[in-house]
């Protein structure tokens, strides 16, 4: 399926009461990837996403693996072009 716009809105899908996506397989997210927080380090600001940020973006992080005690305290988004990972303490090993 293929769904085309001008408007800013290319799909909508909206059921009350139930699913409104249900995916049976695999899905990809064509602005999404992985990104280092070095250890000693309690953030790290992503840049160089021009028109991708803006006010009503969604930014969403989660630690890759198992790392005690540690976890993604807050994602700051700055309109037009970064959006900062803030951790709960400073990485005690890089993490993904």
């Not at 800013?8 to 927080?37: E, M």
Request: hydrophobic letters at 35%.
């Amino acid at each position: 399926m293929r769904a085309k716009s001008t408007n800013g809105i290319a799909l909508q899908a909206i059921c009350p009461g139930g699913y409104a996506l249900d995916v049976n397989g695999r899905f990809h997210f064509n602005r999404s990837g992985k990104v280092t927080i070095p250890a000693g380090s309690s953030s790290r600001t992503i840049s160089g996403h021009a028109d991708d940020i803006r006010p009503e973006s969604l930014v969403l992080a989660t630690i890759q693996g198992n790392v005690p005690g540690l976890y993604v305290r807050a994602v700051s988004a700055s309109p037009g072009d970064s959006f900062t990972i803030r951790l709960n303490r400073a990485a005690p090993q890089d993490v993904k």
